[in-house]
């Protein structure tokens, strides 16, 4: 394999590694354990800032996996030229991204509003919805995987 096409492979599944395995992360492990020691005046912060930082890193891996897709579809020869999963890949990723970007901008933002105010149910309530919302992205995610490594076998 070319040089190029090897480095934005490389890129690329770094990118959606860290997106997937990051939801991951934040699921099934800092969740459990912040709501398992940490009482609401400090867990529901706490998530609020693990959200922020996570989050930051989750625009940079959506920039990285935006280019380094659609350059890898150029470099071969457009998406006439491509296999269909990458097809699927790409309309599974642009509702993950969609989903994130509600995420973002909606229930993470009334949560943040909700911890300044100290109002814990209501950034409870929006931090529940971020994790049915992350569970969901989580599942899209692996079915992404799932296309990007079986898919071609079809």
């Keep these: 394999m070319p040089i ?11 990118a959606a590694a860290f997106w997937v395995g990051g939801m991951a992360a934040m699921h099934f492990a800092v969740r459990p354990a912040a709501v398992a020691t940490l009482e609401p005046p400090l867990r529901l912060p706490f998530m609020a800032d ?4 996570f989050f930051v890193g989750v625009a940079i891996a959506i920039g990285v996996l935006l280019a380094s ?8 020869g457009g998406f006439a030229r491509v296999h269909w999963s990458v097809h699927a890949m790409l309309g ?10 509600h995420v973002r901008f909606a229930p993470y933002l009334r949560l943040q509003r909700a911890v300044a105010a100290r ?6 309530a929006n931090l529940g919805t971020i994790r049915k919302l992350v569970a969901l992205n989580l ?16």
């Design 139 to 154: 599942a899209l995610g692996v079915a992404v995987f799932a296309l990007a490594i079986v898919g071609r076998a079809f």
């Design 50 to 53: 693990t959200l922020s930082r």
């Design 69 to 76: 897709g659609l350059w890898m579809v150029m470099l071969a």
């Design 119 to 124: 109002e814990w149910p209501v950034a409870a």
């Design 92 to 101: 599974v990723g642009l509702v993950m991204m969609a989903l994130f970007l």
């Design 4 to 14: 190029l096409p090897a480095i934005l492979l490389f890129l690329h599944l770094l």
